[in-house]
């Protein structure tokens, strides 16, 4: 989970591809696993009546944390996904159950200028219901994820996440991300909040394996 999404993401962002409509159709993820209480669940596209069911869905991971989400500021993003996400050439996914959205994860092109020659994409609102913690829905939404971000042509893949996600955090480096020891401190929610920086290589592993 991270928190970072909002206004304060401009300041990770340039454009390095053209918006592609075409590349938002991904195949949605079903699956059939043995426990039968996850039969009816899959991945897909985010649509716009699902906005308030996202909202609530992290306002209550944030309160967990004590944290308020801010839709005036670093949350506002949420309030249209279409125009936040898919129209500056990212994507968003939900993980739905029987009509009940139970995770999300979304990833945005960056656009802040750099001479780095690796192109690289954002992961963002990478959320999961408490009752689905520690079981595959986590990693599958991650993989619906990277596997968008390889289609597109990114190379790499970063993203901030509050400090205070330390589970999130040990998610993400069992997953292969690498936690880079930057941290920044934000102030546009309620309360100032720090963030850490991880970044993930989207290179196929057998070509990271030749390179090493």
């Given at each position: 989970m991270h928190r970072s999404g909002g206004p304060q993401d401009r300041l990770l962002r340039f454009w390095l591809l053209k918006p592609?409509?075409?590349?938002?159709?991904f195949p949605l993820r079903q699956h059939r696993l043995d426990d039968?209480?996850?039969?009816?669940?899959?991945?897909?596209?985010a649509e716009r009546t699902d906005q308030p069911q996202i909202v609530r869905l992290i306002a209550?991971?944030?309160?967990?944390?004590?944290?308020?989400?801010?839709?005036?500021?670093c949350d506002s993003d949420l309030l249209d996904l279409e125009?936040?996400?898919q129209a500056v050439g990212?994507?968003?996914?939900?993980?739905?159950?029987?009509?009940k959205i139970k995770g999300t994860v979304a990833v945005t092109p960056?656009?802040?200028?750099?001479?780095?020659p690796i192109i690289p994409c954002l992961l963002k609102r990478l959320y999961l219901h408490p009752s689905l913690r520690g079981g595959v829905w986590g990693r599958e939404l991650m993989q619906t994820a990277v596997e968008?971000?390889?289609?597109?042509?990114?190379q790499r893949m970063e993203f901030w996440s509050d400090s205070r996600f330390s589970r999130a955090h040990n998610f993400y480096q069992k997953f292969g991300c690498l936690m880079t020891g930057q941290s920044r401190?934000?102030?546009d929610s309620y309360e100032p909040y720090e963030e850490y920086h991880f970044r993930l290589d989207l290179a196929p592993v057998a070509r990271r394996q030749v390179a090493e």
């Open positions: 592609t409509h075409r590349a938002h159709f039968p209480g996850q039969l009816n669940m899959r991945i897909r596209l209550d991971i944030f309160r967990e944390y004590g944290e308020t989400i801010c839709l005036d500021n125009r936040n996400f990212g994507s968003f996914w939900v993980l739905e159950e029987q009509g960056s656009h802040e200028p750099s001479a780095d968008w971000a390889r289609q597109q042509g990114f401190v934000m102030h």
